[in-house]
């Protein structure tokens, strides 16, 4: 029989992929030493992704009449850069991240049977499998890239170049290891899209019992706490928002360039292997920005339901400072919570991943008829 995802094992499952990065935040009581160690594990952890940036930019740069080669140096600029802006954004926002993640951990540790029972139906049971593949996905291709070298009979995972030899042992097994581990740091950086989504579907199941509690309040004091819970929730999805922002940001930004450089891809006379290659990391492209608009979607959703369902409690039968207060809920539920993207962007949802998907075969298209114009044009001359 197979075993059941828990709330629990969910969070212990996110926060082990993440574990080869150290992201997942520290305890508020950590000592000292330990937030040093981290963030001097994430210096190192750039440098050693500079590394590799610069041995693919030296072999492109070298390159320039080989566009297959030079496609493959460029598909890896792009998620090494994606590496980088991880770990700069985590810095930056460590307290802010910490907080709310130990906030998150400490209601799921509060959080009574009959609650988690909700939790686990609405939300564990509908999600936990796609976030489960994706984060497989992730690894796998890893997996590929330790495998490459041996079955395409290529002397390193990545295309790069050196000014030096690095033909000969133990250069040559020290920059296959080197790029081995920036390869770990990829995939696991990926998965930091499962962790904010993990953030934003508890935000939202958190919204969902509130919405229970509200359905089966008996007297004033019952709606009172309600009251102060909602006010409390607004407050930790606002933080939560400010937290996602930036790593969505980042997901997004990476993931329309990488799809770009795709539709170049299937438009020119490259390899089919390469073809092929490039179609599952176009999926995988597109996976990462899915996992943040579905939460962001249900939140917007959830968070404006507030008003509705505390309409249909019986507020015409209760007295004058109750209808108060429930006008104040509902008022404060007017205005659902966002996932706005920085810089002038949308706020993420569902509606915004179907834009973007138009926006991406839109440019697909142009890149096509140029392309098939140039060569018309060519042929004629």
């Keep these: ?54 041995s693919m930019t030296y072999a492109l740069i070298k390159n320039l009449d080989d566009p297959e080669l030079v496609i493959k140096s460029s598909l890896g600029l792009f998620p090494c850069s ?54 497989t996905l992730f690894y796998m291709s890893l997996f590929a890239l330790f495998v490459g070298p041996i079955l395409l009979d290529e002397p390193l995972p990545a295309p790069a170049d050196f000014p030096f030899d690095a033909s000969r042992q133990p250069l040559r097994a020290i920059t ?19 962790f904010m989504a993990l953030l934003l579907w508890l935000v939202s199941a958190r919204f969902k019992l509130l919405i229970e509690d509200l359905r089966t309040i008996t007297s004033i004091y019952d709606f009172m706490k309600c009251i102060q819970k909602h006010q409390q929730l607004l407050e930790y999805a606002k933080e939560v928002t400010l937290a996602v922002r930036p790593f969505a940001l980042g997901t997004v930004f990476f993931s329309t360039v990488s799809l770009i450089v795709f539709g170049l891809i299937f438009i020119t006379g490259v390899s089919l292997a390469l073809k092929i290659q490039c179609v599952f990391l176009a999926v995988s492209a597109l996976l990462e920005v899915f996992m943040y608009a579905w939460p962001a979607e249900h939140l917007i959703y959830i968070s404006n339901n ?47 991943y179907a834009s973007y998907l138009s926006t991406i075969f839109s440019y697909f298209t142009t890149m096509r008829i140029m392309f098939e114009e140039q060569k018309d044009g060519a042929g004629r001359n």
């Design 1 to 54: 029989m197979q075993k059941k995802i828990t709330l629990r094992k969910t969070i212990a499952i996110v926060k082990l992929s993440l574990f080869f990065i150290w992201f997942w935040p520290l305890p508020q009581d950590a000592s000292k030493r330990k937030v040093l160690c981290m963030k001097l594990y994430q210096y190192v952890s750039i440098l050693l992704t500079i590394a590799v940036i610069a």
């Design 176 to 194: 296959y290891i080197h790029q081995i581990v920036v390869g770990l740091l990829i995939a696991a950086h990926l998965c930091v899209n499962a």
């Design 82 to 135: 994606h590496v980088i802006w991880n770990i700069l954004c985590h810095i930056a926002i460590y307290q802010r991240l910490q907080c709310v993640t130990f906030k998150m951990e400490n209601a799921c540790a509060l959080i009574k049977s009959h609650e988690e029972a909700i939790v686990q139906r609405d939300y564990i049971d509908k999600c936990a499998h796609f976030y489960g593949f994706c984060i």
């Design 306 to 352: 507030i008003a509705q369902i505390a309409f249909e409690t019986n507020w015409y039968e209760k007295s004058e400072s109750f209808r108060k207060n429930l006008q104040m809920i509902i008022l404060r539920s007017q205005k659902p919570i966002l996932v706005v993207l920085p810089c002038g962007l949308p706020s993420l949802s569902l509606h915004y």
